[in-house]
């Protein structure tokens, strides 16, 4: 899948990630990875999750994981979920 970010295309895609990782911005080659294995609630939180590192990479890591924590919570009591 494709997402514009910043006026740039970014690919997102599923796979499984090594070790306790639970994804991973490149901005080299711009892409987000998402392990496949989370629940929908943790794909959630990971995905906010790496798209605020996409749009923001100069922002703290604890700034990025509380701010992504928040919103996945908030979209999660208007149940959001993936289709």
Request: glycine share 4%.
């Amino acid at each position: 899948m494709y997402a514009k970010l910043r006026d740039r295309r970014w690919t997102i895609r599923w796979s499984r990630l090594r070790g306790s990782v639970h994804g991973w911005c490149c901005w080299a080659n711009r892409v987000i990875t998402l392990d496949e294995r989370e629940t929908e609630r943790e794909r959630l939180d990971t995905a906010i999750h790496e798209v605020l590192h996409a749009c923001l990479p100069d922002v703290s890591e604890d700034a990025i994981d509380a701010t992504a924590t928040g919103l996945a919570n908030v979209l999660w009591k208007l149940n959001w979920r993936q289709a």
